[in-house]
């Protein structure tokens, strides 16, 4: 790898950030009233934050990009320099920006207060930087938008303007990323989900999704096969309360960590919470009886809907929601059957994601400084993890100091079909809960002792994971998966009544059929039920009434030809069986 490229992350970082400095100065020189805020490198290029007189436009936007060019052009150096704290105060009320004399109050008073000078411009910053303006490539970098932002993310605080923008070394690298940005933006899924009739976001509950019929359809045979596989990895499920007293939330410790993002109510005098996770009720499952050795490990598995209070500036379509259905599980066993249970785990995501074509890098996160419970069984614990992915060949990069509080954990971030990451799987081992919920098993040595659990969820949410697959699969789901698997088109009112014969048969063979019975000419029939991504369409006219076949074409243009209905039936139900994913 080599040390100036972007496989480099901390040279990728270094060439950003002194990007969004370039905007800065841009922006200074055309529009000296804004305000500057803070200009990171963020994972797909960089951003800066302004206050502005009024909203910035595409056209200004336009206009920075070419100021931003001539800065290249210049050559600037970036010169390091250092400031006492009165003298940096007194450099930052002078250039008149008083979000940077904010920044310097709040630093601790041994910090080091540095400064980045480009020409006329100067920057609060910590660096580092390039040396020179000139080393940016001024053809391969691009400000994509401009939205909204709270100045240090807290909403009692002014809106600012946040222009994002990206930058690569190599002008085809540039215009390969636009390119997945505009392919991204025809797979939104809130598009697709309107367009599909899947569901439908509305002001009357921010937040909170509304399935529709052929929503329902997909959200239920994403259920059905949740079901199925976990029926064949040795799982139960139940179902556990929408709501539990204050009591409960005391006692496994939200109540006073996460008491900010739950919706509480007060019932007969008494403080009850609606869940944001399915843990606490899966505790007293467990506790409802006694348990023996022989019963662990005890794989125990709900599909919870919970809800948790988020900012409405952080709600996106179905990728962030007020409530939403955890495909959760709760192991709970011995030590010794730690390494084992993990293995199976990782065998039932394979299995999973393998089934939507996604792939995934597993990030192990270790024990944070605020944690609790014993550093030997902190390591114990990370060490299996560790040793249970190694043994199954699987490779994995180290998330120092990111575990929960109470155990270390695999995260799965899963790869689309454009390589975009989504983080939905998670393993999770848990020291604390058990313990505060005083869990206990009859050990073969006919003593009480205490198992440890792993939360795990494989989907992360139904509703996510919907978002997830709708823009993977650009809403031609597999045929397995598609809440209308076949649209029957008749070609002329003769053929009508054979339609509806053949959709008979069809949907008493298990499949999810529909016959366009409008007046339309037969091109405009398939054009539509092409964008309506239907994976077959059968085309029946006054020959296959006659011959008693179907003209079979696919949602990609294929003319499958003529086919019995029954030969039709036994390749969809082969496709279904074997959950084809073939993306379009």
């Known amino acids: 790898m080599s040390e100036y490229t972007f496989e480099n992350p901390e040279f990728k970082k270094q060439y950003r950030h002194t990007t969004s400095h370039i905007l800065a100065q841009a922006v200074k020189r055309l529009y000296p009233e804004f305000k500057l805020a803070i200009g990171p490198a963020i994972e797909d290029g960089f951003y800066y934050d302004f206050d502005t007189p009024a909203p910035i436009t595409p056209e200004m936007l336009e206009a920075l990009e070419a100021e931003m060019k001539k800065i290249v052009k210049e ?322 990069i180290i998330n120092e100091g990111d575990g929960a509080f109470y155990g270390p954990k695999l995260d799965f971030h899963l790869a689309d079909s454009l390589g975009r990451t989504w983080q939905c799987g998670t393993i999770q081992l848990d020291m604390q809960l058990p313990e505060r919920f005083e869990l206990e098993y009859t050990g073969e040595d006919g003593q009480k002792h205490r198992p440890v659990m792993i939360h795990r969820v494989v989907l992360g949410s139904i509703e996510r994971f919907i978002g997830v697959i709708t823009e993977h699969f650009a809403g031609a789901f597999p045929t397995w998966l598609a809440p209308v698997q076949v649209k029957i088109l008749p070609v002329t009112d003769r053929a009508a009544e054979y339609a509806d014969e053949i959709s008979a048969k069809l949907d008493a063979a298990g499949l999810r059929p529909e016959v366009d019975h409008r007046k339309e000419k037969i091109g405009k029939k398939i054009r539509e039920a092409t964008l309506e991504k239907i994976p077959y369409m059968l085309v029946v006219g006054d020959r296959d009434m006659e011959n008693g076949t179907v003209s079979v074409r696919t949602r990609k243009g294929e003319d499958l030809g003529a086919m019995t209905a029954d030969e039709f039936i036994a390749k969809c139900l082969a496709e279904v069986a074997e959950k084809t994913n073939s993306l379009d």
Not at 119 to 129: I, K, N, Q, R, S
Not at 149 to 163: C, H, N
Not at 189 to 214: A, S, T
Not at 364 to 386: C, I, N, Q, R, Y
């Open 75 to 396: 050559k600037l150096p970036l010169e390091r320099f250092e400031l006492p704290r009165e003298e940096a105060i007194k450099l930052m009320e002078e250039r008149e920006e008083p979000y940077k004399v904010e920044l310097i109050n709040d630093l601790p008073e041994d910090a080091v207060i540095s400064f980045y000078k480009q020409g006329e411009f100067v920057d609060l910053c910590a660096g580092p930087h390039m040396d020179n303006t000139s080393r940016i490539k001024g053809n391969a970098f691009k400000l994509t938008s401009c939205t909204g932002a709270y100045w240090r993310g807290d909403s009692s605080k002014k809106m600012l303007q946040r222009v994002y923008g990206t930058c690569f070394m190599k002008k085809d690298e540039l215009d390969a990323y636009l390119q997945r940005i505009e392919e991204a933006k025809k797979r939104d899924h809130r598009r697709i989900g309107k367009d599909l009739g899947l569901f439908m976001l509305r002001d009357e509950g921010p937040g909170f999704p509304f399935f529709l019929p052929k929503g329902m359809v997909l959200r239920n045979t994403l259920i059905d096969y949740w079901r199925q596989v976990h029926k064949k990895y040795g799982y139960v499920e139940v179902s556990t309360p929408m709501m539990m007293n204050r009591q409960l939330w005391e006692r496994s410790g939200h109540w006073g960590h996460y008491k900010n993002n739950m919706y509480t109510t007060v019932i007969d005098d008494v403080d009850f919470a609606i869940k944001p996770m399915n843990c606490p009720g899966g505790m007293l499952v467990y506790a409802s009886e006694p348990h023996s050795y022989r019963d662990l490990p005890l794989r125990v598995g709900e599909l919870g809907l919970v809800h948790r209070h988020e900012l409405s500036g952080a709600l996106h379509g179905l990728f962030r929601v007020r409530c939403f259905t955890q495909d959760d599980a709760h192991i709970f066993m011995t030590w010794a059957q730690m390494k084992d249970e993990i293995k199976n785990v990782v065998k039932l995501f394979d299995e999973v994601y393998s089934v939507f074509g996604l792939s995934y890098q597993i990030e192990v996160s270790t024990m944070p400084e605020d944690h609790m419970g014993d550093e030997k069984d902190w390591d114990f614990a990370t060490e299996t993890l560790k040793a249970a992915v190694e043994e199954m060949g699987k490779d994995y």
